[in-house]
């Protein structure tokens, strides 16, 4: 069957209107990041709203649930106290959320349902038009990276959607994905024959999703170290400089810490999954399942210091910062195997699309 | 890795001397050491990805070293080119290996004993536990107990005990299986790391191109190139021949992108099997018994007839290797002299384009598909090969061209029928072409093994990763006349806290309703306020 070459145009017309969404939802999230209740004029205006703390709104979280409507029932829920059980710096937790807030984070989530819809369609209909999994290729891999983050962060939302308002640090990385993919662009083609075979679905896909979270569990360490760092001053009593003072709306850092630990906890027995996948494949492919073809050598790399990151957490001395850092190493790893190991180095993994 | 290793007792002044080893053995065993080395292990791996390396591509790794003078030297003598066959890569993973051990056995055998150890007493006060909640009941506390035990059994370790108060205490725990797929996990990495090196020792790798018409027996001596573990006895690879390749068979797509190779066999297995067709695909090998051949590549296989004068004609088809994607191959024929004579020797150096375009004198392929084949030949004479070493068959020796000893003689394109003469008289046809394929013989005895400590390897890790092991403990004072007995419940997640909240706040509910008590009362610790607010509090700190 030959490719769909319509078909495939209006893919690309779909990665357009994702993209334009996507950056809809940034200005949306980045306006109740500024207006709402955990933002900065909130913040300034505590003043007046302290006498509100202890104020709790209950009926809020029962009637939200009966008048339905997703950004209505996240919104309800957003009223209630934050994920974090340590109290937050300077945040003004209790306060009834500001309405221009609300309405800018309802919007945010609304233009990322709208996104994620246009770019699963473009993902789906690009592996229409050329028949077969979406993810041949770098643009194409990346396109599907990007909408696992999506998919993964509306279902965090579901969950938790008193995390909404961090939806700005989401949709960023997203959009610039995004954007990458476009750099990326290859045309829509057939495989040849050495991608031809089920373990592309299944390698590949595995893969995927496990980057797709790490993705996030490295966003969510990024989040703990500034946190942290504002943490030791608050408790120093010191003024927090620079980034540290962005710290004072992020969730307190010991939830960060167990949310990342969680997220790599989820995704590591899926990737090593993948990598097993891999070699499965490589078996039937090159007549060996682990040869050091420089992709294997750096999923191996990052398998180790994702292993290290485990160990880490349970280790005195270790936890914390260290671990942190260790986190975003392995992520590092994962991020060099894909752009400059696809691209730079020659292997047998030269399939980036891209001459 | 155990985060804490149990203490051995202190050696005895008679072993004075062992207290050292003993000191450098904790310490190699201890997760601080585990984690050094592993970060060690990730970067040994580095080197391995950005030099060439000889395994993968030895002129790579010759031309490296070429190019970078005494830099390249060094790096060759520390093995820095063959990087997961170093001595310090070796090394790395060696005391990995022995730490890994170390931590194990102690490991497993706190396991065994924790498995048969009975859950803890009950702590005097459930109400300093984070998560504790007050029920009553009717029952007598030994009912009740019973009741508790029964509820919580199917999933939780239970044991009921009397206290001297008159009380009865239900000490309860879950999450025995965490340990359980950590040390499965560690134990199949263990197994997997000792298939891998018998995989290494006893594993062999033969690759060979075949034309069309033409087979091969596995035998090490057939191979154009053969590898083989330590432990390979090459006198005794199992019994099987390619009895011959019948057709290789390349289709395309309109864009020039390949869409399917497929090469024909017919094979045969042990020492007089029949002979049996097949039909061997990328990604799809032909499977014998421990022996698997793989399609690794192909290319085309002119054929030419040379006839000298007063001599027999001879036809020759020879393999030429491609120089690009659209197969522009080159490639030789090697036509020796008369015995005895050392300047009577032929040889063509030759290009072939399935679709020829000629530009500049050059010749290129626009197509892999041989629409248009054309042979570029250049004809030498004098002598090819001196020493009578081995030498590639894909070119004439460029040392001999260049001494002179070779001297090129004509230059022609021919088309397909196409002939050239020589000023010799010598009559050079270009008959046609056939097509080869480069397959491959593996074959690893312990990969289906290994295959399986990689699934108990992931299943380990879910174990370890996802089970949370949880203790509870229900304490049913004794009664006082006249009012119900007061049922204390307290929990302790003893990792991943998680949504434990929410875990202990059903847990109390179940144990109520098996209790056919009245409703929980709140925490004691819940700020004064709303129920309904507070429990929404303590479920939305929980979840993270």
Redesign the interface.
Known sequence: MAINAGLASLSESLWTAATGTYMLAVVAYTGEYAFGKNGRIARTSTDRTAQASGVRQPALVGSSEATGGIADRLDGMADQPDLASQPRFGAGTVEPAGDAGRRWGRAAVGFTVLAALFHLASVAIRGIAVDRVPWGNMYEFTLVVGLMATVAWLATLVKMPQLRYLGLFVMMPVLLVMFLAGTLYTKASKLVPALQSYWLAIHVSSVAVAEGILLTSAAITTMYLVRARFERHAAAGTAPARFAALGSRLPAAAALDKAAYRTVAFAFPIYTAGVIFGAIWAEAAWGRYWGWDPKETWAFIAWVIYAMYLHARATAGWKGNRAAYINLLGFGAMTFNFFVVNIVISGLHSYAGLS | ?A?QLPRTAQPSARSRLLRPARRLWRRLIS??T??VL??L??LA??P???LP?R??NPPKVQAYIASHGAWGRFLDRIGAFD??GSVWFSAVYLLLFASLIGCLIPRIAVYVRALRARPLKAPRHLDRLAEHATLGTGLAPDEAGMRISRTLRPRWRTEVRAEDSGAVAVSAEKGYSREAGNLLFHVSLLAALVL?AAGRLLSY?GSIVVTEGSGFCNRPISYDTFSAGRLVQAGRLADFCIDRLEQFRASY???G?????QARVSYSEGLDGTSRPHVI?????LRLEGD?V?L?NHGYSPTVTITRPGRTPVTDTEPFLPEDDLLTSEGAFKLPGRDGTSDDDLGLSAIFAPTAVITGGVVSSISPVANAPVLAVLAYTGELNPGGQPQSVYSLDAKQIAAGKLKQVAAQNLGLGESMRLPDGTVVRFDGYRQWANL?V?H?PS?TA??VA??L??LG??GS??VRRRRLWVRIAPPVPGARSVVSVGGLARN???NFTAEFTALVAQLSAALDAGPPVAPAAAPV??A??SA??KI??G??
């Open positions: 890795m985060p997760m601080r585990a984690l592993l970060f292990l990730a791996a580095v391995g990805s950005l390396q395994p993968l990087v997961f891998i790798e797509r309109d864009d992108t390949p869409a399917q190779f695909e990328v990604n799809h090998p698997r793989y690794l491959q593996s690893d990969q290994l295959l990689a699934v390897m992931v890790l879910l990763l996802a991943d806290s998680g306020g709303s309904a607010g929404a509090d939305g700190a979840r993270d």
